[in-house]
Nanobody, 122 residues
Framework: QVQLVESGGGLVQAGGSLKLSCVAS????????MGWFRQDSGKEREFVAR????????YYQDSVKGRFTISRDYAKNTVYLQMNSLKPEDTAVYYC???????????????WGQGTQVTVSS
C-alpha cells in the first residue's frame, strides 16, 4: 500500500519561506514522477510542480515559477517543495503526489498524500 506523508506546513508571513517534505513508502518509486498539488477552500485542486524520477526535468505552474523549487532525495524516498517569497494567494492545503502524469494540459497523479496546510498572512 502506497503511503505519502507530508510535513512542513504552517503559518508564515508574506515574503517568508517554507519547505515541505513528503516521505513515500509502500513500494519502489523507481521511474515515478513525483509532484505537488494544492487546494484552497472553495477552489479546485491545482497542479503546482512535478519532478521526473531522474530529477533531470521539473515543471511548474506559472504562478510559482521562480519562487518554488521541487527536488527529491532518492536515498530517503523523499520529495521536497521549497517555497520562497510566499504570497497570501499561496494559502492552501498542499498535497504530495506520486506517479504524476499529464494528458493534454491536465496533470493528475495515481497516489495522493493526506495534505499539509500552508497559510500565508498579509
Amino acid at each position: 500500500q502506497v503511503q505519502l506523508v507530508e510535513s512542513g506546513g504552517g503559518l508564515v508571513q508574506a515574503g517568508g519561506s517554507l519547505k515541505l517534505s513528503c516521505v513515500a513508502s509502500g513500494r519502489t518509486f523507481s521511474g515515478s514522477a513525483m509532484g505537488w498539488f494544492r487546494q484552497d477552500s472553495g477552489k479546485e485542486r491545482e497542479f503546482v510542480a512535478r519532478i521526473t524520477w531522474s530529477g533531470d526535468s521539473t515543471y511548474y505552474q506559472d504562478s510559482v515559477k521562480g519562487r518554488f523549487t521541487i527536488s527529491r532525495d532518492y536515498a530517503k524516498n523523499t520529495v521536497y517543495l521549497q517555497m520562497n517569497s510566499l504570497k497570501p494567494e499561496d494559502t492552501a492545503v498542499y498535497y504530495c503526489a506520486a506517479d504524476v502524469f499529464r494528458i493534454g494540459s491536465i496533470w493528475s497523479p495515481r497516489y495522493w498524500g493526506q495534505g499539509t496546510q500552508v497559510t500565508v498572512s498579509s
